[in-house]
């Protein structure tokens, strides 16, 4: 699927591309969160779902003892060169609030794409997330999810 002027790239072909050449590294050990950090919650799409773009992404996040979240901390990286595509996301018309974020018609290149995401509260302490997300390859069918081929666009 090719961008337009209604949806844009949140990450180029290109960019997928140099992603994918960079070399294997081993698993990282898995950091323990900082205690009372923010919470990060994918909502939208489904986990594991087979992608077909434009794609909505919404993530809710939460504080556990009920500190403020701070929507200017929000960061959102791309794979393992941490891309920072904060800046597309908020050009795209994405809705950040200190509730969650909502970015609607979202456009990735086929494969599987990790994004992380990592939100602040008042008390400086740093939630993270890391999302992986698939999208399907010849994604031609006006956006409608692989399990809803020919059923036009999804409604959620």
């Known amino acids: 699927m090719a961008a337009t002027a209604a949806t844009a790239w949140l990450v180029s072909p290109e960019e997928a591309a140099r992603e994918q050449a960079l070399p294997d590294e081993a698993p990282l050990t898995r950091a323990m969160p900082e205690p009372g950090a923010p919470r990060i919650e994918l909502l939208d799409p489904e986990s594991g779902a087979l992608l077909r773009p434009p794609f909505e992404i919404r993530l809710r996040w939460s504080s556990p003892d009920g500190s403020a979240l701070d929507p200017a901390s929000l960061r959102v990286l791309y794979g393992r060169s941490r891309l920072d595509l904060t800046g597309r996301l908020l050009a795209a018309g994405t809705r950040v ?31 993270r997330r890391e999302f992986v997300l698939e999208v399907a390859d010849g994604a031609a069918d006006g956006g409608a999810p692989l399990g809803q081929r020919g059923a036009g666009p999804a409604t959620r």
């Not at 200190?98 to 509260?121: C, F, K, T, W």
């Open 97 to 127: 609030d200190p509730r969650g974020l909502n970015a609607p018609a979202q456009v990735l290149p086929a494969g599987l794409h990790r994004l992380q995401v990592e939100i602040s509260d008042s008390r400086q302490r740093t939630g």
